[in-house]
């Protein structure tokens, strides 16, 4: 993933690479479910052929799957490690493209995808400015094309402090401040620190912009925003 502040840091030194791919591998069933519910919901908006990207790309853990229907499935991300793990993972016919680069400040020229997808929480993780990130993704989109942006649900807090205590457990992340914990973010003792974003700032952020969006829920589970460009 990718982002500015100390975030960036613990995403790139110390959550990256094999350490991230272990948090997906010890996620419980639910998780699993809700992160495979992502993926399909893009799957089924990305139409074959197309050129689509991902911001915060990781390992490749989504973007192998977008390779299997995308013409071109570009990853950005910051964190090297991470990078080089989805390098040497990645085939799909060499369909699948990666570079290191800030999804607030996209080194590319406008209008070159027809999707950018931001999943798995990426617009509260990132801690860049969120009216940057969406900006950025909506120039380098075509017209017609459009914008998948995705937090989590209130619903799905149970699970996902589950999850993110197995993280714990595992020593992937910190111990997890329970004091600071609640009402949707988590707070470890190390500074990592996970939010959410909700479905009416994602409908404001795009709205300052001029884009029109939609906020829709799946699986109880994930919450997302859809831009048409």
Not at 41 to 67: K, M, N, W
Not at 138 to 158: D, H, I, K, Q
Request: proline fraction near 1%; glycine fraction near 10%.
């Amino acid at each position: 993933m990718a982002g500015h502040d100390g975030m960036t840091s613990y995403y790139s030194e110390r959550l990256s690479g094999e350490r991230l791919r272990r948090c997906y591998e010890i996620a419980p069933p639910r998780v699993r479910r809700y992160l495979r519910s992502e993926i399909d919901l893009v799957l089924d908006r990305l139409e074959a052929g197309a050129q689509v990207l991902e911001l915060g790309c990781g390992y490749g853990r989504v973007l192998g799957e977008l390779a299997t229907k995308a013409r071109v499935a570009v990853g950005v991300d910051l964190s090297l490690d991470s990078l080089c793990l989805a390098r040497r993972e990645l085939a799909n016919g060499g369909r699948c493209r990666l570079a290191s680069m800030n999804a607030a400040a996209l080194a590319f020229s406008g209008q070159q995808f027809d999707l950018v997808a931001c999943v798995q929480n990426g617009v509260s993780a990132f801690r860049v400015d969120r009216r940057t990130l969406i900006r950025e993704a909506a120039r380098v989109t075509r017209p017609g094309g459009r914008l998948l942006f995705s937090s989590y649900t209130e619903r799905f807090w149970a699970h996902r402090l589950e999850w993110f205590r197995r993280q714990s457990e595992a020593g992937l992340i910190g111990r997890i401040d329970e004091h600071a914990t609640g009402e949707g973010v988590i707070v470890c003792e190390d500074g990592f620190r996970a939010t959410t974003v909700s479905a009416r700032e994602m409908l404001s952020l795009c709205s300052g912009l001029g884009l029109v969006a939609t906020a829709f829920e799946i699986d109880g589970s994930s919450l997302f925003c859809e831009v048409m460009v």
